[in-house]
């Protein structure tokens, strides 16, 4: 039995990810904020309270105390809108402690004499306009975002670090998403608005831009790649993506008719407001490698996505 450690336990991946690590009977320790606490938390997961953004001391000892084999760094600003909002605490929450925690990993590992392997889930958003499409690891790193720019650096301390002996691995995650997606991302956004209309509690659904398009996939086939890729024989760096991209109306009008409605164009509205100035749209990622290596595919197609994210919100209607 190892000890993990993993930052973000209550985010989409990190639930996944602690579900499967005790199913596995390891000990799993978690980093929470205070503000999650409340929410329910697996009973055998070791909660420690502590943000990201948080002295660099108090990350670097709660490794030290924690010591654990494998450290998956999940936690951290997922939001490329937010990053413009705010790309003083993104690079805090998601460059400056990733470089700690990787920091306190090479120095444990030194010290204990024993490997500590580190996952850092690194962004398509690193390729920011990419140059060619389908992205694969060798694609030039050029972000447009902060939220990408600071994915970006992390990125490239995990492979510094590695340089240096220290067994990282970096998934360069393209969109994954679940129901367990927070309503802020475009694809949570439809599917509870649909589920509502369907139910009779609203009559619109209200979007941005509906030929923006994105390479969606299935949050816990993302969290299988990074176990895998962790626990795999060499460190690297791995595309993990389904390599097919789908526009926001593919994925609206796959929604509507998943609960029987097939003439859903009246019921969208476009609000400029919703549009952003900058938006990647040829973000598709090639897995060839996560696939040769690591024997990844993925397992849940796009309408079953959409039909699997449609069924939870009427589930809990
Ligand atoms: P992102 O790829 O990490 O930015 O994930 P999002 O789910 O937030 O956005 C995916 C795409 O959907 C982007 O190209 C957005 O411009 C587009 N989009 C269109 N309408 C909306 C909307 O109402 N909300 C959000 N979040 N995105 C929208």
Same mark, same amino acid.
């Given at each position: 039995m190892s000890v993990a450690l993993v930052t973000g336990a209550t985010g989409q991946d990190g639930s996944y990810l602690v579900e499967r690590l005790l199913a596995e009977g390891h000990e799993v320790h978690g980093l929470v904020r205070r503000e999650d606490l409340g929410g329910s938390l697996p009973a055998d997961l070791v909660v420690h309270e502590l943000?990201?953004? +948080?002295r660099a001391d108090d990350l670097a000892g709660l490794v030290d105390r924690v010591s654990p084999d494998e450290l998956y760094n999940?936690?951290?600003?997922?939001s490329v809108a937010h990053s413009w909002a705010d790309p003083v605490l993104t690079a805090r929450v998601s460059g400056v402690a990733a470089v700690v925690l990787l920091d306190a990993a090479r120095r444990l590992q030194e010290r204990r004499g024993r490997e500590v392997r580190v996952l850092q889930p690194s962004s398509?958003?690193?390729?920011?306009?990419?140059?060619? +499409?389908?992205?694969?690891?060798a694609t030039p790193v050029r972000p447009v975002s902060p939220y990408g720019a600071t994915k970006a650096f992390a990125h490239h301390l995990a492979g510094l670090e590695r340089s240096r002996g220290l067994f990282t691995a970096s998934v360069i995650l393209y969109n994954h998403e679940s129901?367990?997606?927070?309503?802020?991302?475009v694809t949570r956004k439809i599917t509870s608005t649909v589920a509502a209309i369907a139910a009779g509690r609203a009559d619109r659904l209200v979007l941005g831009n509906l030929d923006a398009r994105r390479d969606w996939g299935w949050a816990p086939d993302y969290v299988d790649a990074m176990v895998r890729a962790l626990r795999h024989d060499e460190p690297g760096d791995y595309v993990v993506a389904t390599g097919e991209a789908h526009s926001v109306h593919d994925f609206v009008g796959a929604a509507f008719r998943h609960v029987g409605i097939d003439d859903w164009a009246r019921l969208v509205e476009v609000d400029p407001a919703f549009i952003r100035p900058a938006d990647p749209s040829l973000l598709v990622g090639d897995a060839t490698r996560a696939r040769e290596r690591l024997g990844w595919v993925p397992t849940v197609t796009f309408d079953d996505l959409v039909a699997r994210m449609v069924d939870a919100e009427r589930a809990a209607e």
């Open positions: 943000d990201l953004a +948080s999940l936690g951290g600003i997922s398509a958003e690193i390729f920011g306009e990419p140059a060619e +499409s389908p992205q694969n690891e129901p367990r997606r927070p309503p802020t991302f």
